[in-house]
């Protein structure tokens, strides 16, 4: 008889979790397990802004999937996924392969939502994915090359547009790495300008007033401008329309105002609420069985009114049991509900200091910085134990990552 074929779509934290966990979980020939991913690398994107300034050498973001996963469980295919038939319980990739699947978990993600805004799909970047923030950087290198033959000052003015943590992360990390890219191309670090625009009254607003003070703070001590209470109106190659006639002449705006479910699963004829695939307590598709979806492109219902953010927290905390669900469908045993416990978040704001609350403490400064560091480093040791850990911070390859995959 067959094996049950189990087939992942997207490597990314929900994903690749849930992968690691059925390679625990799956008895030796108990089923065969397919991950699907468009890139050979699983990028850690709650550290894509490092990427997108410098601060971080590409294989410390882009982890090879291969070295990740046990090859002997699991096959690895590099593909991108153009369509899931869900009568023939089939998956296209755009390469013209067709995967069949007995049990299929979709975890493909986020999309940014740029809310119509007119000129920021197409001339704003994105800190959406590896090679979104790998743009961001090369842009912002050729601007320091371009600003030295024709001195034209918007080259050297970086804008952040949204004050959440993803913004308030890119702001930290601009500022600590442009000094670094000025000395490299012999341009005064005075001259360059970093713009933070935020609709709402302050940078996370969300957040208790303590730590809206103290980001605010770090940011300013760091020449950060802040344009709070002021909506952006359209963005164009060389300027930023902001709200009250205010004009922002830039090259470069970056995009951080928020992100909706990948949009290409709405083509797949599955259930779609708010632009996700909404799932039932065990995390299976609404009135599906043997389909699955956690992370960003799914909509978990915490209540009536509202539901799970898309947080790296929550694909993490879904992966597990979204693996044992599934093991136990396959075994005709009853599934685990779904239950979420938000341990808190911390934002860097560059290396030496973050902002955040874990539980009932707010944590700010260097103290703020090391838990961040080992947020990061326990996902690392989920991953791949200690040795990977180890491996990240002082054996990682300096060769840079080639980028095969649209996106
Ligand atoms: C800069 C930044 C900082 C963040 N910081 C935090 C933080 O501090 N804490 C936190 O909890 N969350 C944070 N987040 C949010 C967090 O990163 C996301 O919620 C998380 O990545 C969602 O995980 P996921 O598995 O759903 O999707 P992803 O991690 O986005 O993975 C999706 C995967 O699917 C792949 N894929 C997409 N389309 C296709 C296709 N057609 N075919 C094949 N593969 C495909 C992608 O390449 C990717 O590997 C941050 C996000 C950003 C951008």
């Known amino acids: 008889m067959d094996k049950p074929k189990i087939v992942i779509l ?50 410390q973001i882009a982890l090879s999937i291969p070295e990740l996963i046990n090859v002997n469980k699991t096959r690895f295919l590099k593909a991108a996924v153009s369509t899931v038939d869900i009568d023939n319980q089939e998956v296209h990739l755009e390469d013209g392969e067709m995967v069949k699947y007995d049990y299929l978990l979709i975890a493909l993600g986020f999309e940014v939502e740029t809310f119509g805004i007119p000129g920021i799909k197409e001339h704003a970047f994105e800190i959406r994915s590896f090679r979104s923030s790998k743009a961001i950087y090369h842009h912002i290198k050729k601007q320091f090359t371009l600003y030295k033959e024709d001195q034209n000052p918007s080259r050297l003015t970086f804008v952040v547009a949204g004050g959440g943590f993803t913004g308030i992360e890119m702001l930290g990390e601009l500022a600590d790495g442009l000094p670094k890219l000025c000395k490299e191309h012999d341009i005064p670090f005075e001259k360059v300008r970093i713009v933070a625009i935020e609709a709402s009254p ?122 044992k669900n599934i093991v136990d469908s396959l075994r005709g045993e009853s599934l685990m509900t779904f239950e979420y416990h938000h341990k808190g978040s911390v934002a860097s704001l560059g290396l030496m200091a973050a902002v955040g ?41 300096r060769e840079p990552v080639k980028m095969t995959a649209k996106q």
């Open 10 to 59: 997207g490597a990314g934290y929900g994903g690749l979790i849930t992968n690691k966990t059925l390679e625990k979980l799956l008895k030796s020939g108990e089923a065969d397990v397919t991950l699907i991913n468009k890139h050979e690398y699983h990028y850690l994107t709650t550290q894509l802004h490092k990427t997108g300034v410098g601060t971080a050498t590409d294989r």
């Open 202 to 323: 302050s940078v996370i607003p969300f957040f208790p007033k303590q730590c809206i003070e103290y980001t605010t703070e770090v940011l300013e001590k760091r020449h950060i401008e802040l344009i709070t209470s002021t909506k952006i109106l359209e963005c164009t190659p060389e300027k930023v329309v902001l709200e009250n006639n205010i004009n922002v002449p830039t090259q470069t705006l970056i995009w951080s105002c928020g992100v909706k479910g990948n949009t290409i699963v709405q083509k797949w004829g599955l259930p779609i609420e708010k632009g996700k695939i909404p799932v039932d307590s065990y995390l299976r598709v609404k009135n599906m069985k043997n389909v699955f979806s956690i992370g960003d492109c799914s909509l978990f219902m915490k209540d009536e009114q509202s539901s799970l953010p898309p947080t790296a927290q929550v694909a993490l905390q879904q992966a597990p049991i979204c693996a």
């Open 357 to 397: 609350k874990v539980g009932d403490f707010r944590l700010s400064g260097l103290f703020g910085a090391f838990m961040k560091q080992v947020i990061e480093a326990r996902y690392l040791f989920n991953l791949g134990g200690p040795a990977l850990i180890i491996k990240q911070h002082v054996g990682v390859s």
